[in-house]
């Protein structure tokens, strides 16, 4: 009974391990969700089924062969989702069981599945296959086509498809195309190749996924990303990112050079080594496969830019943090085997070398300049290196930003009368009105005699100074340019009728000291609180045309005509010491007299010879902001600069014509050079090259002082000799306004408030100084404002005289 029993069981068994369970999931299904990210197109939607899926679940012969083939025990088109087992032939029992029209369709069901595994290792797609489903990581969205390039469309960009290529590439801009290469050109066919009001669309559309990260808006960037179908940065790009900040320096190189770079170490190779007649080697170049995690060519790479010096950084930052870590023989490894060999900057290979013998970590960051691993230094070099990986692949650091910029910049260029540093709108386009400028006159100052030919603001613009051929020093409160010091000093050494002259001033940095220098060949210095004198020389035998203080306040250079003592540094540290001690002493006993500390003269002076060669004459001189550096014009038509820490020339350039006065820019980079003819140039502080010329002036027989000034420094004022004040841009050299100033004669001298943007002052051979503002200020305060609003405000004065 029991072995009757058995026989239909065992038949039945061996009939169920031939066929196809009814469990067993059809092969056109679905593979199940994977993380891997797919450019696949659109899965066939279920109101029109494909062929296949009309149709019964073909029924699954047993191979052949004994086993099944290691290949085909793997296959992940496996539909069934299961481990594929070995199968024995089947018995002759099972073999007499099966139908003739069975064994035809099971030969005909496996003679289908083998051309699909074959097109999907070949991958090569057939009309009659159905199409893959759609996987995004982390995405729920219906996955959108996209452009077959990254950044080139209709109106043309870069050469450059951001790391992947139509036919050869293994990874798109942040998607894999899972072995179904033609199949995801096909769809990004379809993306809409239209341009965004003449942008590229994909570019418009990964600077705004970079943007809102910026922003932190990582849930709108996301879902960017879903609805665009665009990523920010391919996975070699973010690999390469998260190799650098996370200190995985192999794998940064190998990341940003690939394995066909270690045979370039120690050269240099310019850009990608692709020109742009090459499209092929392009191609290959921007084709990038994955081989051990690493992209086999590297990132393409800005057009010039130095493989050397990236390998460079990236290895002296893995140098750096091995010191740190105090990894002594490691570190020497690496500035052995991998820095010298790059043969780049031998001083700084010497100055790393020192670094080995730092005692702490805290003194090798002392000596490195360096801020640590945990600080920015990862951040600054992987900022720095992002400059020479192509834009295409790699966007630069806050590029959304940075167009905002140029925008406003050029706007800003080109607003004629743009004199604030608020940025402006990126709303509405940028006009700023005429009536904001500084183009009126405030107010008059006639407090001289006879003309005036210097004038100049405090630092702190709360006093402004003025000087003149009557040998008057005049020194106004600015909150209402009322007068506060009337001071006569040069009137004691007077030796001729215009020998009295008063030819410059000049405020120290603290605005509470005032220098005076003039044409009876003496300087004087002078306490603005009380008017006293603090300082005089009058060991000149030529007028003292010009001075200008250091940082310090209490040192300052004095140019002359003089040739024993041109140029020569003085101190007011002595007359300081002198009113410490003995207050009960008169004032003139606090007085420091002839007290030069330094003299620059070409030949030096030597007392020991009855006639010393005639040295350089100075006409004017100026100190940078920092005090780092001295320039200076003299009457042979050269411009002489000095380092004020050794106090050594450092450069000397020579120019064609009379140099009437020198001025530095805010930041110390510009010069401000007023020559003869009319001729106003902005120069480079550290070359001496003319950057700008400004043309309007006059000038041809007086000497005319001209200045940067308004908002940033963003303009230059000069006086003429045609009774004008001319006003320029300083980037672009336009000329923005040429007013009519003072009557007749020149226009001696012009300063701009250093607080107040709106306000400038001018001095002229009428005798007057006159406050330029905008009409805006001028205006008189509205009847809101009421008798009680304060005064204290250039807008509150109305145009009294």
Known sequence: MLGVSWCPLIVLLAHLYTTPSALELDNTDPPPTSPIITAGPPAPSSQHPSPASQSTAPLHNPPTDT??????????????????????????????????????????QQQQRQ???????????????????????????????????????????????????????????????????????????????????????????????????????HGAAKLLSSESG???????????????????????????????????????????????????????????????????????????????????????????????????????????????PLKRDIGRLHALSSLMMCQSPNDLRMQAEWDGAEGDSRSLLLSEISKSISPSVMIPEHRLATLFTAVQEEQILGCRYHNTTAQPSLYTDH????????????????????????????????????????????????????????????????????SKGVCYVAFS??????????????????????????????????????????????????????????????SLRSATAATSTSSSSSSSSSVVRNNEIHSWRDPPWDSTLAINPTSFRITDCAVSPDGSRLVATTIDYRILVYDLGSRCKVAEWAMDDRLNSIAFGLDGTQLLLNMNEGRVLALSAGTGEVLMRYKGAKQGEFVIRSCFGGAGGNFVVSGSEDAKVCIWRRQTGQLVAALEAHGVGTVNAVAWHPAEEGVFASAGDDRRVRIWASAAAIRPPSAEAGAGASRTSLGYYGSAR
């Open 509 to 570: 940095p603290d605005h509470q000291y005032l220098i005076s220098c003039a044409q009876n060949n003496e300087f004087v210095v002078i306490n603005v609180r009380d008017g006293r004198r603090v300082a005089h020389a009058d060991h000149f035998d030529y007028p003292v045309t010009t001075a200008a203080w250091l940082p310090d306040s209490q040192t300052f250079v004095v140019g002359t005509q003089d040739s024993r003592r041109p140029l020569g540094l003085y």
């Open 115 to 217: 051309p699909k595994r074959r097109r999907a290792q070949a991958q090569d797609t057939t009309p009659d296959a159905p199409p893959e489903p759609i996987m995004r990581l982390e995405h729920t969205h219906e996955h959108r086509t996209r452009p077959s390039t990254n950044g080139s469309s209709a109106n043309g960009s870069s050469p450059h498809t951001n790391g992947s290529s139509a036919k050869s590439s293994t990874e798109t801009n942040g998607y894999h195309t899972n072995g179904h290469v033609e199949e995801a050109v096909t769809v990004r066919r379809q993306h809409d190749p239209s341009p965004f009001f003449g942008h590229d669309r994909e570019e418009v559309t990964r600077i705004l996924l970079q943007s809102l990260s910026d922003l932190g808006y």
């Open 67 to 108: 086993e099944v083939p290691q290949e085909a025990a793997n296959d992940p088109s496996d539909p069934s989702g299961r481990p594929r087992k070995r199968r024995r032939r089947s018995s002759s029992l099972h073999e007499s069981r099966t139908t003739p029209g069975r064994a035809s369709a099971s030969k005909q």
């Open 431 to 498: 006009d700023c009105p005429a009536e904001e400028f500084p183009l009126q006159t405030f107010t008059e100052l006639r407090n001289h005699s006879d003309e005036v030919w210097h004038v100049e603001f405090s630092h702190d613009g709360t006093m402004l100074a003025t000087a003149g051929k009557d040998g008057l020093v005049c020194v106004y409160d600015t909150r209402n340019y009322s007068l506060r010091h009337e001071i006569r000093e040069h009137d004691r050494n007077i030796s001729g009728d215009n």
């Open 230 to 340: 665009y990523e920010l940065e391919i996975p070699s790009v973010a690999a390469f990112r998260s190799a650098v900040q996370q200190g995985q320096w192999e794998e940064a190189e190998a990341l940003l050079f690939g394995a066909e770079a270690a045979e370039l170490d120690g050269g240099v190779l310019l850009g990608n080594g692709h020109g742009q007649g090459h499209p092929s080697r392009r191609k290959s170049r921007a084709s990038f496969g994955s081989q051990n995690g690493y992209a086999r060519q590297g990132l393409p790479l800005a057009e010039g830019a130095d493989t050397t010096q990236m390998k460079f950084g990236l290895r002296q930052q893995k140098y750096l943090e091995l010191l740190d870590n105090r990894e002594l023989n490691a570190a020497l490894n690496v500035l052995r085997n991998e820095l010298t």
